[in-house]
């Protein structure tokens, strides 16, 4: 009864207030609460509100919540912040850090804190446990469904639903269901809304099918699974594109050793529909905080379980290697590092996102500071955020200016707008004429007509960088 009462009086997006509730697409509109309002938290948030949920999103961090109030938000993702401002305006999301309140009126909590990488390659669990312990608490004897979206190692969200349960106060259980997020940035809130498929894991089958139902305005297939089957199919499909990129990057170096197109020979491979054209363009390599963490936990997860991986590790020193290649190439290509000007275009891990968590340009940037370079860059969004790991970086506000003087190009994201750049501007405002195109957005004819000495990237023998992790 007081859980009711708690309810009705307090929750920031309660359906009453609309008078009614109403009904999208055969979806009944439900609570949620979506814990840690990061980059998956606030996707989540803002897309279950978008197709009719009623959503509070909830992080300890006040000054987050206070500019979420405010229709602003803390890092660049197209689309997201109209959408933010949009269901806060017609009361289907709002932001607040009182768990008691966000708790009290939902019926399902999103668990979506971020899990960063240890040193060891494992997931860092501290904020899950204690976002855990902290909705315990707050929950009384209310018993929302615990819907785990962080990214796990196998086996987590057992032992969560068996903490919760042997700690258990009132006698009644807790229902938890693991929810794997497949968001891809820079299209996240439409990756959300038009998902492949929807992955539910749990040993509970009325909380499986309750939690399948926020989803009923998807067209989408949904699997239902035991928990460590869900967890794994996570880590499986991340550490599966992780691998198409290594292999297409691998047949890269073999392209560029025998003067072959690698894009050319990327489309002769990927019109099979057995193999599919996605996930093939080779370049500098993968980032970003979902693939190349996510294959590293899955090495420790098979040692830990007595296999030994063969095929993870290689993957990520292909990877590696393609960062490493970068800086080869340039040293020899300059005859050495050492007061060399070199500009960076594209910082961000990948295009239309300002993230830059595992991206190549970091390891690069310090392999060639390491060499005694002098580096200029520019990215359309992600200047301030290496600004504050780099400083002594000269950022520009635009791609030209980051040339001015430098003895070497080198593109690092495909950002759109250099696609149709003027080349030739770039190299009168430059030194030296080397360009290193890493990923493979023009034709090395254009190039040349723009008055540069094209530079790919061939492994060089022997390789003189390796990564050390
Ligand atoms: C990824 C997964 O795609 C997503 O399902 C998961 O939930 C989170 O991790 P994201 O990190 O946003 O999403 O990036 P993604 O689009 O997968 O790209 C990862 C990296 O691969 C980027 O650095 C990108 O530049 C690189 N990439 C991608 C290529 O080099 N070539 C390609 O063809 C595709």
Same mark, same amino acid.
């Given at each position: 009864?007081?859980?009711?009462?708690?309810?009705s009086?307090?929750?920031?997006?309660?359906?009453s207030?609309?008078?009614q509730?109403?009904?999208?697409?055969?979806? !009944?509109?439900?609570?949620?609460?979506?814990v840690? &309002?990061? %980059?998956?938290?606030?996707?989540?948030?803002?897309g279950?509100?978008?197709?009719?949920? %009623?959503?509070v999103g909830?992080d300890?961090?006040?000054?987050?919540?206070?500019?979420?109030r405010?229709g602003?938000?803390?890092?660049?993702?197209?689309? +997201?912040?109209?959408?933010?401002?949009e269901n806060?305006?017609?009361?289907h +999301?709002?932001f607040?850090?009182?768990y008691?309140?966000?708790?009290?009126?939902?019926e399902?909590?999103f668990?979506a804190?971020?899990?960063?990488?240890?040193?060891?390659?494992c997931?860092?669990?501290?904020n899950?446990?204690?976002?855990?312990?902290?909705?315990r608490?707050?929950?009384?004897d209310?018993?929302?469904?615990?819907?785990?979206?962080?990214?796990?190692?196998?086996?987590?969200?057992? $032992? @969560? $639903?068996?903490?919760?349960?042997?700690v258990?106060?009132?006698?009644?259980?807790w229902s938890?269901?693991?929810?794997?997020?497949? @968001?891809s940035?820079?299209?996240?809130?439409n990756a959300? +809304?038009? &998902?492949?498929?929807?992955v539910?894991?749990s040993?509970?089958?009325?909380a499986?099918?309750?939690a $399948?139902?926020? =989803?009923?305005?998807?067209?989408c297939?949904?699997?239902?699974?035991?928990?460590?089957t869900?967890e794994?199919?996570?880590y499986a499909s991340?550490a599966?594109?992780?691998?198409?990129?290594?292999?297409?990057?691998?047949?890269?170096?073999?392209c560029?050793?025998?003067?072959v197109?690698v894009?050319?020979?990327?489309?002769?491979i990927?019109?099979?529909?057995r193999i599919?054209?996605?996930?093939?363009?080779?370049?500098?390599?993968?980032?970003g905080?979902c693939?190349?963490k996510?294959?590293?936990?899955?090495?420790?997860?098979?040692?830990?379980?007595?296999?030994e991986?063969?095929l993870f590790p290689?993957v990520?020193?292909v990877?590696d290697r393609?960062?490493a290649?970068?800086v080869?190439? @340039?040293?020899?290509?300059?005859?050495?590092?050492?007061?060399?000007v070199?500009?960076?275009?594209?910082l961000?891990?990948?295009?239309?996102?300002?993230?830059?968590?595992?991206?190549?340009?970091?390891?690069?940037i310090?392999?060639l500071?390491?060499?005694?370079?002098?580096?200029?860059?520019y990215d359309?969004m992600?200047?301030?955020?290496?600004g504050?790991?780099?400083?002594?970086?000269? %950022? &520009?506000?635009?791609?030209?200016?980051? &040339?001015?003087?430098a003895d070497?190009?080198?593109?690092?994201?495909?950002?759109?707008?250099f696609e149709?750049?003027?080349?030739?501007?770039?190299?009168?405002?430059?030194?030296?004429?080397v360009l290193?195109?890493?990923? =493979?957005?023009?034709? !090395?004819?254009h190039?040349?007509?723009?008055?540069?000495? %094209?530079?790919?990237?061939?492994p060089?023998?022997p390789?003189?960088?390796?990564?050390?992790?």
């Amino acid at each position: 009864m007081r859980v009711r009462e708690r309810q009705s009086e307090a929750w920031p997006v309660d359906p009453s207030r609309h008078g009614q509730v109403e009904s999208t697409g055969g979806l !009944r509109p439900r609570r949620i609460c979506v814990v840690g &309002c990061g %980059y998956v938290g606030l996707v989540t948030a803002t897309g279950f509100a978008s197709v009719g949920h %009623y959503v509070v999103g909830l992080d300890n961090d006040q000054s987050r919540i206070q500019m979420l109030r405010e229709g602003r938000v803390p890092f660049f993702e197209p689309g +997201l912040e109209e959408k933010v401002r949009e269901n806060q305006a017609e009361g289907h +999301l709002a932001f607040i850090t009182d768990y008691e309140e966000a708790i009290a009126g939902a019926e399902f909590v999103f668990l979506a804190v971020n899990t960063p990488e240890h040193g060891d390659g494992c997931p860092n669990l501290t904020n899950l446990w204690q976002a855990v312990l902290t909705v315990r608490k707050a929950a009384r004897d209310h018993r929302p469904i615990i819907m785990v979206k962080s990214t796990v190692p196998i086996g987590t969200t057992q $032992a @969560l $639903a068996s903490l919760l349960n042997t700690v258990s106060d009132n006698g009644t259980p807790w229902s938890v269901v693991v929810n794997p997020e497949f @968001l891809s940035e820079g299209q996240a809130l439409n990756a959300f +809304l038009h &998902c492949d498929r929807v992955v539910l894991g749990s040993n509970d089958e009325r909380a499986l099918r309750e939690a $399948a139902s926020l =989803y009923d305005s998807f067209d989408c297939p949904i699997v239902s699974a035991e928990f460590a089957t869900a967890e794994t199919i996570k880590y499986a499909s991340n550490a599966f594109l992780a691998t198409k990129l290594s292999f297409i990057n691998e047949i890269a170096f073999l392209c560029e050793s025998l003067g072959v197109d690698v894009r050319e020979v990327a489309r002769g491979i990927g019109l099979d529909p057995r193999i599919g054209l996605s996930f093939l363009k080779a370049g500098v390599g993968f980032g970003g905080s979902c693939l190349p963490k996510d294959t590293r936990t899955l090495v420790n997860l098979a040692r830990e379980a007595g296999e030994e991986s063969t095929l993870f590790p290689a993957v990520m020193r292909v990877n590696d290697r393609r960062r490493a290649v970068v800086v080869d190439r @340039l040293r020899q290509a300059l005859s050495g590092l050492e007061g060399r000007v070199v500009c960076l275009w594209g910082l961000a891990f990948k295009p239309n996102t300002d993230d830059i968590r595992d991206a190549p340009s970091i390891d690069i940037i310090r392999l060639l500071l390491a060499d005694g370079a002098i580096v200029r860059a520019y990215d359309p969004m992600a200047n301030a955020r290496v600004g504050a790991l780099f400083p002594q970086v000269t %950022y &520009c506000p635009d791609a030209l200016t980051a &040339c001015e003087g430098a003895d070497a190009l080198v593109l690092l994201t495909e950002w759109q707008e250099f696609e149709g750049i003027d080349l030739q501007e770039a190299r009168r405002r430059m030194q030296g004429d080397v360009l290193l195109d890493g990923r =493979y957005v023009w034709q !090395r004819s254009h190039v040349e007509t723009a008055g540069f000495r %094209y530079l790919n990237l061939a492994p060089a023998q022997p390789i003189r960088t390796p990564i050390h992790r």
